[in-house]
């Protein structure tokens, strides 16, 4: 059923082995991991404009935040007047709360594909001959004995931490030892932590400015959470590596995916700060305003208290008139 996505993968990677393989050797470890690596640089590059077009719709979303706190103080009990009065402000901008998932929802089937085809070069139960001589995917079986007697500075890429140690012996070519893994395993898992902690604590600070002025409990609560994924993203990397079946060429793919985020932020960043320098001038005051009142990373956003029921707003009361 998924052969839709692992005959791409392992067809992209197959390309970037055949690529660096001329110049490293077919059967050097280097040239298979940065076979990994171009298939994450091939799969981002793809993903450029859709990328470019979830930022760009981000940023308007986050100048529109005072649009709609005014909505929600207008139409708060009334949620399908508010609904439809967002999505009309929505349409009006050309913004989708949802075109940040797309992304992400293009990644994660590479992912699973690539996951997968990395453990099909190695199946448990079988020995190294039996696996040599069966193709995976588009991976020619004298391919898939490249692979499995390819080291990355003494370890199998598709070896992982927790691996018992008959897969281990059953890699062919130079003897593993476990220490071979965690020295090559375990610094990638740092790097890829620290990486994925810069990531997720740039995407805290867009999402934080979008809340500014929201005074929805809800929102104070996603707040409170996203604090946190700054912290808690970066145990992936950590756990996986340590305690799942998470292959060394995988911690490679997570380091390079964001590494390649970090970069783009902050290219395609400065690239929007462009557009909103020659953007109208009502439309800078109010990315301005929107970030003056955003909240540094990390500190709780302010929320304006909620209103006491009966009572009106300051703004609709009308003056006393002066006794005569």
């Known amino acids: 059923m998924l052969n839709v996505v692992y005959y791409p993968v392992s067809a992209v990677m197959w390309f970037w082995h055949q690529v660096f393989g001329l110049v490293l050797g077919p059967g050097s470890g280097v040239a298979w991991a940065l076979s990994v690596v171009f298939l994450v640089l091939t799969l981002r590059a793809i ?9 760009r719709s981000a940023r308007t979303m986050r100048t529109l935040a005072p649009h709609l706190a005014e909505l929600r103080r207008k139409h708060g009990t009334d949620r399908q007047r508010l609904a439809a009065e967002t999505q009309k402000l929505h349409k009006e901008h050309g913004v989708s709360p949802l075109g940040g998932c797309l992304p992400m929802l293009l990644q994660l089937p590479v992912f699973i594909g690539l996951l997968h085809v990395l453990r099909y070069f190695n199946r448990p139960g079988l020995t190294f001959e039996q696996n040599a001589g069966i193709p995976n995917y588009a991976f020619s079986p004298d391919l898939v004995r490249s692979f499995l007697e390819a080291r990355l500075f003494g370890a199998p890429l598709s070896a992982y931490v927790a ?7 059953s890699f062919g070519g130079a003897a593993v030892e476990r220490w071979h893994v965690y020295v090559v395993a375990v610094p990638l898992m740092v790097l890829a932590a ?3 902690h810069f990531t997720a ?16 409990p809800q929102a104070a609560q996603m707040a409170g959470f996203m604090k ?14 340590l305690f799942f079946q998470f292959p060394i060429a995988i911690l490679v793919y997570w380091l390079a995916n964001n590494g390649w985020t970090l970069a783009q932020q902050h290219l395609i960043g400065k690239k929007l700060d462009r557009e909103a320098e020659r953007a109208p001038v009502v439309v800078r005051a109010a990315q301005a305003k929107t970030r003056a009142r955003a909240p540094k990373p990390g500190q709780k956003p302010v929320t304006s208290k909620p209103r006491k029921s009966g009572g009106k707003p300051m703004g609709d ?3 006393s008139k002066q006794s005569a």
């Open 47 to 55: 993903m450029i404009r859709p990328v470019l077009a979830q930022m």
């Open 228 to 241: 946190l994924t700054p912290w808690i993203f970066p145990l992936g990397a950590i756990l996986g590596g």
């Open 194 to 196: 620290v990486a994925t």
């Open 201 to 216: 604590r740039w995407s805290v600070r867009q999402q934080q400015e979008a809340l500014v002025g929201n005074d929805n």
């Open 163 to 169: 691996m018992p140690q008959d897969l281990l012996d």
């Open 317 to 319: 009361r009308q003056p």
